[in-house]
């Protein structure tokens, strides 16, 4: 028997009927989800242009949890390469991926849109342009740890969701194609000055290239160490709204009506999603479509109720990215090819799959 | 019922102003205005009516006399320009969202409700204000979720997608949410627009016995005069402009020289062959 069945109609005339009424527990969807994650993410960090053996990763990663002494057999480059080039690469992709997936399906929520992205309302490039403005101008990007960089872009990714929002805004929601376009055409204007500091600070192009091509090649610790304090609170945030995110799918006035505040509640979700999306920008660039493709196949495969799509867009957004940072990695070896290359790739598609269902719907 | 919360105290410097000491909605010299760039529409001018408990009030009159308009300030939706709304006592500007939606629950008219959720996650939505952020849906809230259903005759329904219903099914299973509430108030815009005679006839049924049984005071807008006539208690009419036209028992509101005037179309009102009450036919076209 499914979990959260029981018996119905025990009271009442007529026969007992087994019927649905509590939600399917969602562990196993979670325990899969982990399950992908987690194996991905050792192929992340086992595969490479230097051959590590699968048994050596393992054995270097075992090695730095308590208790665990390191081993002898495993060479210190190779320990050098798992710890500080694949290890930090793979966690960033991941929290990358986390990230964006999650920011995707509250911006989809909160504004009743399918297509809403990070990147294609303008969010991500609209806080890249923040961060090379920071990172041109030669200030200290970082004291004590904490980098000022995840900051700017968050004002730059508040900047364009206000202005997106104001221009596509209809009855408390964002739900036509004038978002996307809207966000689309400011993502230009955002990408075009981006492009254009980049070529008058030729000293710092290689940072900046990387910034707007987006990518995990320079992941560092420290990196990972800047985005974290900004990310995880966010996205905690927004996981504690799941069941508020599905009232919000009901429209403003219903959603009152049944006792939301909604415009506070959209303030909160709105603020998290863009400082989640931006402290990740900040660190690894702007790469689209995660947070439209993985909120989707989730919506697809197990249904619409945020409750489980939000940490299921955790896990498999993590996945999916590491994945594709993998593909990115080896697809033109020995050279590499930006990750958003690969995103784009498979992201289109599906956008415009999605954007021929909605143009009936609309 | 544990959701009443009457503050005495507070109601006490108003006692003038609320026309009877049991009622649970009180609307007094509500005036509300839309604007739309500089100019201003009013869409309802120092409207009063009161709505006790265990009262059935049909709100009619013709399109775009601020019925809606009227739902919408109850839930503060609308922030009236002037006058003010009481729920159960207390104003409902002083009030949060959440606990306005503990006191009085709404069928909107033409709902939106979500694609691909179903219906009884629908109805479960009804449970929010009784919800903390982080709670999900206990033992209680699905018993009141069913119970709703079943009222509604929706229960059947529960595990269908709601985009795969009939609008009909569809307007059933908000009243059901709005049921799941249990608010001492309920609010109805047009509860039977996409209902055929046998469900118009279950749901203000419904709510007759719900005003009967369980002392709530609805306040319904219906369309249709007749169908209001049958079943509320006392008729308010407003016409255009957004003041009261008229207010009292179904005899008294739909007069044909008042219907005429309000509605602009001749109309002839007779007495019900079995029940005595006022049946309203409009005139056709050279009648």
Redesign the interface.
């Known amino acids: 028997m499914v979990a959260g069945t029981r018996k ?1 109609g025990a009271l ?1 005339a007529g026969p007992a009927v087994e ?5 399917r527990s969602l562990w196993p969807r979670l325990t899969l989800g982990c399950a992908i994650l987690l194996a991905v993410a050792m192929l992340g960090a086992a595969v490479g242009p230097a051959n590590v053996s699968l048994e050596a990763t393992v054995r270097i990663l075992a090695s730095h949890l308590p208790g665990v002494g390191i081993s002898e057999s495993v060479s210190p480059a190779w320990q050098n390469i798992i710890w500080e080039v694949r290890l930090p690469r793979v966690l960033l992709a991941g929290a990358a991926g986390a990230t964006l997936a999650v920011a995707g399906a509250t911006y989809q929520g909160v504004f009743r849109n399918p297509l809403a992205d990070p990147y294609l309302i303008g969010v991500a490039t609209g806080a890249n342009l923040a961060a090379t403005i920071v990172l041109v101008s030669g200030a200290d990007v970082a004291t004590h740890g904490l980098s000022v960089l995840p900051l700017a872009a968050f004002a730059g990714a508040l900047a364009s969701v206000v202005v997106v929002y104001g221009v596509a805004r209809v009855g408390g929601a964002a739900p036509g194609t004038t978002l996307i376009l809207a966000g689309v055409a400011l993502s230009s204007l955002s990408t075009a000055i981006t492009a254009y500091l980049m070529l008058k600070n030729t000293t710092n192009s290689l940072t900046i290239m990387s910034a707007v091509l987006g990518g995990f090649n320079t992941a560092t610790w420290v990196k990972l160490a800047w985005a974290l304090p900004y990310t995880v609170p966010a996205v905690l945030v927004i996981l ?2 799941g ?2 995110l ?2 919000l ?3 403003e ?2 959603a ?7 415009e506070r509640t959209k303030v909160v979700l709105l603020g998290a999603a863009s400082l989640a999306a931006a402290a990740v920008v900040s660190v690894s660039g702007t790469i689209g479509f995660v947070g439209l493709i993985v909120p989707h196949a989730i ?1 697809l495969i197990w ?3 945020n ?1 489980a799509l939000l940490p299921m867009a955790l896990l498999l957004g993590a996945a999916f990215l590491i994945g594709a940072d993998l593909a990115a990695r080896m697809i033109d070896q020995p050279s590499e090819i930006p990750v958003g290359i690969i995103t784009a790739f498979c992201g289109v598609p599906f956008f415009l799959y999605l954007l021929r269902r909605s143009r009936v719907a609309l | 019922m544990e959701t009443l919360r009457i503050q005495p105290a507070e109601t006490e410097k108003r006692k003038n102003e609320l026309p009877s000491s049991s009622a649970l909605l009180t609307v007094s010299g509500l005036t509300v205005a839309y604007s739309s760039g500089k100019r201003s529409l009013v869409a309802l001018r120092d409207l009063s009516i009161a709505v006790t408990a265990g009262e059935l009030v049909g709100l009619v009159g013709p399109n775009g006399c601020g019925k809606t308009t009227l739902i ?1 300030a109850v ?3 609308v922030k009236p320009v002037s006058g003010e709304v009481r729920l159960c006592g207390d104003e409902v500007g002083s009030l ?7 006191r009085a ?2 069928v ?1 008219q033409e ?7 179903t219906a ?2 629908c109805v479960l ?2 449970r ?2 009784h ?1 903390k ?2 709670e ?2 206990g033992a209680r809230d ?1 018993d009141a979720a ?1 119970a709703a259903m ?1 009222r509604t005759g929706t229960w059947e329904l ?2 269908r997608r709601v985009d795969e219903l009939s609008g009909g099914e569809r307007q059933r299973v908000v009243v059901a ?1 709005a049921l799941a ?1 249990e608010t001492p108030v309920l609010l109805l815009d047009e509860p039977t627009a996409h209902l055929d005679i046998g469900h118009q006839a279950s749901v203000l049924g419904l709510m007759r016995a719900l005003c009967r049984d369980e002392g709530k005071a609805v306040l319904a807008v219906v369309h249709d005069l007749t169908l209001g006539a049958a079943y509320c208690d006392r008729l308010v009419m407003l016409r255009p402009g957004g003041t009261v036209a008229a207010e009292g028992s179904a005899e008294e509101v739909l007069r044909p020289e008042l219907l005429e005037e309000v509605y602009g179309t001749a109309a002839d009102v007779f007495p019900h062959p079995r029940t005595g009450r006022p049946v309203v036919a409009p005139r056709t076209e050279g009648g």
């Not at chain 2, 709902?111 to 959720?117: C, G, K, N, Q, V």
């Open positions: 119905v009442e019927r649905p009424v509590g939600r504690a709204h069941r508020i599905n009232v799918s009901l429209d006035q219903q009152r009506q049944v006792g939301i505040d909604v919506r249904g619409p109720d409750r | 919408r839930t503060k939706v949060p969202q959440a606990e306005i939606a503990r629950a709404v909107p709902p939106l409700l979500p694609e691909a959720f009884l996650e939505m009804g929010t204000p919800l952020l982080l999900n849906e699905f069913r079943q529960a595990d949410r509430q």
